[in-house]
């Protein structure tokens, strides 16, 4: 299957083309420019520069969170319209799971703790073990405090591998417990559309009309409105 993945969850975004689980280009920018103005740009060059024509598709996978509220629309919506235009399916999945496969060459039984900085002194979490060359899902997508998040850990046998845009914000608070652990590095410190592909293989695609955001928590507007009409 020949898939295109969007990843704009968070600070960076990326735009990665599998066929059949190979990796055939990714394009990734850390720049802080607007989502908006980069996702479709990188998806037309990535096409371009591996000779894909668009029509060969078959499918168009998205991070549909959890992750910025901002990126995550911004992804959903791009791949709703790349879709709808290219008459394709689309496939979403979860961004935590997408970012576990950054640990897969660490071998089995290794355990991958996705985390992202959900601000007010929580994380995005997901916990991974790698079974068969692929990650196994430990617990679902969750958003809880990093005392509950090291607990969690404490309980395992195996030192986690930290890997996310909340990953150093969890590493420093192991650290000071000193709880072993290890904090990925360089690009597998970072969500990636090549993460995004690989979750999407077995997942069957579904009509793009179908693809909605995940954000496992209210938007601060919406927490606003709603402590402004309970008072």
């Known amino acids: 299957m020949l898939i295109l993945g969007i990843e704009s969850s968070a600070r960076a975004a990326s735009c990665a083309l599998t066929r059949d689980g190979e990796l055939l280009g990714q394009y990734f920018q850390c720049s802080g420019l607007t989502h908006s103005a980069t996702l479709l ?18 499918a168009v996978a998205v991070a549909r ?5 901002t990126g995550v629309r911004i992804g ?5 319209g790349l879709c709808w ?6 496939i979403g999945v979860s961004t935590l799971e997408a970012m576990a496969w950054n640990g897969v060459s660490l ?13 007010r002194s929580q994380v995005y979490n997901a916990l991974f073990a790698i079974k068969d ?10 958003a809880l ?36 652990h290890t904090l990925a590095r360089g690009v597998l410190l970072h969500q990636s559309a090549w993460g995004v592909c690989m979750a999407a293989q077995d997942r069957p695609p579904e009509n793009a009309g179908a693809l909605l955001p995940v954000y496992l928590r209210l938007s601060q507007a919406e927490r606003e409105r709603q402590a402004r009409m309970k008072g």
């Open 107 to 119: 071998g089995e039984g290794a355990l991958i703790c996705c985390c992202m900085d959900a601000r």
């Open 65 to 69: 969170g959890p992750g910025s509220f």
């Open 41 to 58: 740009p990188m998806a037309e060059q990535l096409l371009a520069s591996t000779g894909t024509d668009k029509s060969a598709l078959d």
């Open 76 to 80: 959903v919506a791009a791949v709703k």
């Open 145 to 180: 405090s990093l005392a509950e998040l090291a607990g969690d850990l404490a309980s395992r046998a195996a030192a986690p591998f930290l890997t996310g845009d909340g990953a150093a914000l969890v590493s420093e608070y192991l650290g000071d417990r000193a709880m072993p």
């Open 133 to 142: 060359g692929r990650p196994e899902r430990l617990v679902p997508d969750r």
């Open 85 to 90: 235009a290219l008459e394709k399916p689309a």
